[in-house]
Protein backbone atom coordinates (compact mmCIF):
# COMPACT_ATOMS: atom_id res chain seq x y z
CA UNK A 1 0.00 0.00 0.00
CA UNK A 2 0.94 3.45 -0.70
CA UNK A 3 -0.35 7.01 -1.34
CA UNK A 4 -1.54 5.92 -5.44
CA UNK A 5 -2.33 2.82 -4.32
CA UNK A 6 -4.64 1.82 -1.35
CA UNK A 7 -5.65 -1.09 0.58
CA UNK A 8 -9.26 -2.44 -0.54
CA UNK A 9 -10.14 -1.59 2.85
CA UNK A 10 -9.21 2.21 2.51
CA UNK A 11 -10.19 2.69 -0.67
CA UNK A 12 -13.70 1.63 0.29
CA UNK A 13 -13.43 4.69 2.48
CA UNK A 14 -12.11 6.88 0.12
CA UNK A 15 -15.14 5.94 -1.98
CA UNK A 16 -17.30 7.96 0.09
CA UNK A 17 -15.37 11.00 0.11
CA UNK A 18 -17.22 13.55 -2.09
CA UNK A 19 -15.47 15.26 -4.89
CA UNK A 20 -14.48 18.62 -3.46
CA UNK A 21 -14.07 17.95 0.16
CA UNK A 22 -11.72 19.11 3.02
CA UNK A 23 -10.87 16.12 4.74
CA UNK A 24 -9.35 15.37 8.28
CA UNK A 25 -8.13 12.26 8.62
CA UNK A 26 -7.76 10.72 12.36
CA UNK A 27 -5.19 8.73 13.39
CA UNK A 28 -4.07 8.67 9.58
CA UNK A 29 -0.77 6.67 10.51
CA UNK A 30 1.41 7.28 6.94
CA UNK A 31 -1.34 9.80 6.04
CA UNK A 32 -1.67 7.36 2.43
CA UNK A 33 -5.34 7.90 2.25
CA UNK A 34 -4.91 12.19 2.59
CA UNK A 35 -2.57 11.81 -0.03
CA UNK A 36 -4.42 9.38 -2.00
CA UNK A 37 -7.27 11.80 -2.23
CA UNK A 38 -5.35 14.58 -3.60
CA UNK A 39 -3.31 12.00 -6.04
CA UNK A 40 -6.93 11.33 -7.87
CA UNK A 41 -8.15 14.75 -7.13
CA UNK A 42 -11.16 14.25 -5.34
CA UNK A 43 -9.83 16.72 -2.99
CA UNK A 44 -7.41 19.38 -2.93
CA UNK A 45 -6.36 20.05 0.93
CA UNK A 46 -6.54 17.92 3.63
CA UNK A 47 -5.65 17.23 7.25
CA UNK A 48 -3.78 14.24 8.55
CA UNK A 49 -3.91 14.28 12.40
CA UNK A 50 -2.13 11.47 14.22
CA UNK A 51 -1.72 11.46 18.05
CA UNK A 52 1.57 9.20 18.26
CA UNK A 53 5.10 10.56 17.19
CA UNK A 54 6.51 8.08 15.20
CA UNK A 55 3.46 7.49 12.68
CA UNK A 56 3.27 11.63 12.85
CA UNK A 57 7.04 11.85 11.61
CA UNK A 58 5.92 8.83 9.09
CA UNK A 59 3.26 11.20 7.98
CA UNK A 60 5.32 14.44 7.57
CA UNK A 61 8.11 12.18 5.49
CA UNK A 62 5.25 10.66 3.14
CA UNK A 63 3.99 14.21 2.67
CA UNK A 64 6.96 15.73 1.56
CA UNK A 65 8.32 13.00 -0.40
CA UNK A 66 4.97 13.53 -2.88
CA UNK A 67 5.08 16.90 -3.04
CA UNK A 68 2.18 17.47 -1.30
CA UNK A 69 3.14 19.57 1.91
CA UNK A 70 0.77 22.94 0.41
CA UNK A 71 -2.15 19.99 -0.02
CA UNK A 72 -2.17 18.06 2.90
CA UNK A 73 -1.63 19.55 6.66
CA UNK A 74 0.57 17.01 9.12
CA UNK A 75 -0.42 17.72 12.92
CA UNK A 76 0.41 15.88 15.97
CA UNK A 77 -2.33 16.31 17.96
CA UNK A 78 -4.87 14.60 20.08
CA UNK A 79 -8.17 12.57 17.50
CA UNK A 80 -10.43 15.69 16.43
CA UNK A 81 -8.17 18.06 17.90
CA UNK A 82 -6.28 18.01 14.65
CA UNK A 83 -8.84 20.37 13.30
CA UNK A 84 -8.69 24.11 13.64
CA UNK A 85 -10.83 26.41 12.54
CA UNK A 86 -9.82 28.07 9.76
CA UNK A 87 -9.27 24.59 8.07
CA UNK A 88 -12.66 24.60 6.43
CA UNK A 89 -12.77 20.67 7.09
CA UNK A 90 -16.07 19.18 5.87
CA UNK A 91 -15.41 15.32 5.91
CA UNK A 92 -13.88 13.24 8.81
CA UNK A 93 -12.27 10.12 8.12
CA UNK A 94 -10.98 7.67 10.94
CA UNK A 95 -10.17 4.36 10.16
CA UNK A 96 -8.81 1.37 11.74
CA UNK A 97 -9.56 1.52 15.35
CA UNK A 98 -11.88 -0.02 17.47
CA UNK A 99 -15.45 1.17 17.43
CA UNK A 100 -15.93 2.44 21.46
CA UNK A 101 -12.49 3.87 20.45
CA UNK A 102 -13.94 5.68 17.82
CA UNK A 103 -17.01 6.98 19.54
CA UNK A 104 -14.66 8.13 22.31
CA UNK A 105 -12.77 10.50 19.85
CA UNK A 106 -15.92 11.52 18.38
CA UNK A 107 -17.58 12.68 21.79
CA UNK A 108 -14.59 13.39 22.83
CA UNK A 109 -13.96 16.07 20.39
CA UNK A 110 -17.24 16.82 18.98
CA UNK A 111 -16.64 21.03 19.28
CA UNK A 112 -14.62 20.48 16.26
CA UNK A 113 -17.51 18.81 14.33
CA UNK A 114 -19.20 22.33 13.93
CA UNK A 115 -18.78 22.46 10.35
CA UNK A 116 -18.40 18.93 9.58
CA UNK A 117 -20.82 17.50 7.40
CA UNK A 118 -19.65 13.69 6.64
CA UNK A 119 -17.95 11.23 9.08
CA UNK A 120 -16.84 7.81 7.36
CA UNK A 121 -15.89 5.61 10.45
CA UNK A 122 -14.07 2.10 9.69
CA UNK A 123 -13.70 0.12 12.99
CA UNK A 124 -11.88 -3.01 13.20
CA UNK A 125 -14.48 -3.91 16.06
CA UNK A 126 -17.47 -3.19 17.91
CA UNK A 127 -19.07 -0.55 14.93
CA UNK A 128 -22.82 -0.66 17.59
CA UNK A 129 -20.67 1.99 19.48
CA UNK A 130 -20.52 4.77 16.28
CA UNK A 131 -24.01 3.84 15.37
CA UNK A 132 -25.17 4.21 18.93
CA UNK A 133 -22.89 7.41 19.43
CA UNK A 134 -24.86 8.86 16.50
CA UNK A 135 -28.55 8.04 17.64
CA UNK A 136 -26.89 9.93 20.36
CA UNK A 137 -25.49 13.40 18.62
CA UNK A 138 -28.20 13.81 16.17
CA UNK A 139 -26.79 12.24 13.03
CA UNK A 140 -27.97 9.36 10.69
CA UNK A 141 -26.26 6.67 9.25
CA UNK A 142 -26.31 7.48 5.34
CA UNK A 143 -24.72 4.66 4.45
CA UNK A 144 -22.19 1.46 4.95
CA UNK A 145 -20.31 -1.31 3.64
CA UNK A 146 -18.85 -3.90 4.66
CA UNK A 147 -15.73 -6.00 3.00
CA UNK A 148 -13.17 -8.95 3.71
CA UNK A 149 -9.61 -8.03 3.12
CA UNK A 150 -6.31 -10.85 4.07
CA UNK A 151 -9.11 -13.02 5.90
CA UNK A 152 -10.44 -10.05 8.25
CA UNK A 153 -13.94 -8.69 8.12
CA UNK A 154 -14.61 -4.75 8.24
CA UNK A 155 -17.10 -2.45 8.36
CA UNK A 156 -17.87 1.17 7.18
CA UNK A 157 -20.57 3.81 8.08
CA UNK A 158 -21.15 7.08 6.92
CA UNK A 159 -22.69 9.52 9.05
CA UNK A 160 -24.25 12.85 8.21
CA UNK A 161 -25.94 15.40 10.15
CA UNK A 162 -29.62 14.60 11.34
CA UNK A 163 -32.00 12.72 13.36
CA UNK A 164 -33.45 8.90 12.81
CA UNK A 165 -34.24 6.08 15.18
CA UNK A 166 -33.11 2.45 14.68
CA UNK A 167 -34.14 -0.44 16.17
CA UNK A 168 -31.36 -2.84 18.85
CA UNK A 169 -31.20 -5.56 15.69
CA UNK A 170 -30.00 -2.71 13.78
CA UNK A 171 -27.59 -0.61 15.86
CA UNK A 172 -26.02 -4.37 16.39
CA UNK A 173 -25.70 -5.15 12.56
CA UNK A 174 -26.18 -2.23 10.53
CA UNK A 175 -29.61 -0.86 9.05
CA UNK A 176 -28.07 -1.10 5.31
CA UNK A 177 -25.90 -4.36 5.89
CA UNK A 178 -29.02 -5.93 7.03
CA UNK A 179 -31.22 -4.61 3.99
CA UNK A 180 -28.64 -6.09 1.94
CA UNK A 181 -27.48 -9.39 3.52
CA UNK A 182 -24.35 -9.86 1.79
CA UNK A 183 -22.27 -13.22 1.34
CA UNK A 184 -19.40 -11.41 3.63
CA UNK A 185 -22.04 -9.75 6.37
CA UNK A 186 -23.84 -13.40 6.53
CA UNK A 187 -19.92 -14.41 7.68
CA UNK A 188 -19.33 -12.07 9.95
CA UNK A 189 -21.95 -12.82 11.86
CA UNK A 190 -22.23 -16.46 11.51
CA UNK A 191 -18.45 -15.90 12.96
CA UNK A 192 -20.05 -13.88 15.92
CA UNK A 193 -22.63 -16.26 16.81
CA UNK A 194 -20.43 -18.77 16.79
CA UNK A 195 -17.86 -16.70 19.83
CA UNK A 196 -21.33 -15.87 21.26
CA UNK A 197 -21.89 -19.44 22.36
CA UNK A 198 -18.48 -20.16 23.07
CA UNK A 199 -18.35 -17.43 25.82
CA UNK A 200 -22.50 -18.25 26.71
CA UNK A 201 -21.16 -22.24 27.34
CA UNK A 202 -18.22 -20.71 29.43
CA UNK A 203 -20.02 -17.95 31.44
CA UNK A 204 -22.65 -21.06 32.90
CA UNK A 205 -19.39 -22.61 34.59
CA UNK A 206 -18.62 -19.46 36.42
CA UNK A 207 -20.06 -18.02 39.25
CA UNK A 208 -23.15 -16.53 38.64
CA UNK A 209 -23.02 -12.95 40.17
CA UNK A 210 -25.07 -10.52 38.87
CA UNK A 211 -22.27 -8.39 36.26
CA UNK A 212 -22.37 -12.34 35.01
CA UNK A 213 -26.26 -12.65 34.72
CA UNK A 214 -26.05 -9.93 32.86
CA UNK A 215 -23.57 -10.18 30.70
CA UNK A 216 -25.38 -13.13 29.77
CA UNK A 217 -28.44 -12.00 28.90
CA UNK A 218 -27.09 -9.65 26.66
CA UNK A 219 -25.34 -12.57 24.75
CA UNK A 220 -28.65 -14.52 24.98
CA UNK A 221 -30.63 -11.17 23.28
CA UNK A 222 -27.81 -11.26 20.85
CA UNK A 223 -27.96 -14.74 19.86
CA UNK A 224 -31.99 -14.67 19.43
CA UNK A 225 -31.25 -11.17 17.10
CA UNK A 226 -28.69 -12.46 15.11
CA UNK A 227 -30.13 -16.37 14.85
CA UNK A 228 -32.86 -15.10 13.17
CA UNK A 229 -31.13 -13.07 10.92
CA UNK A 230 -29.22 -15.92 9.76
CA UNK A 231 -32.12 -17.81 9.21
CA UNK A 232 -33.90 -15.87 6.88
Known sequence: MNTERLSTRLATVASFVETGAVVADIGSDHAYLPCFLVHNGTVQKAVAGEVVKGPYESAVRNVRREGLSSAVTVRLANGLFAIEEGDAVDTVTIAGMGGPLIATILESGKNRLRGVKRIIAQPNIYAKAIREWAVANDWII???????????????????????????????????????????????????????????SSLQQAEQTEAIQARKQELLTHIDFVGKVLAT
Not at 146 to 175: C, F, W
Open 142 to 200: YNEAILKEDGKIYEIIVLERGTATYDELQLLVGPFLLQSKSAVFLEKWERELSEWQRVL
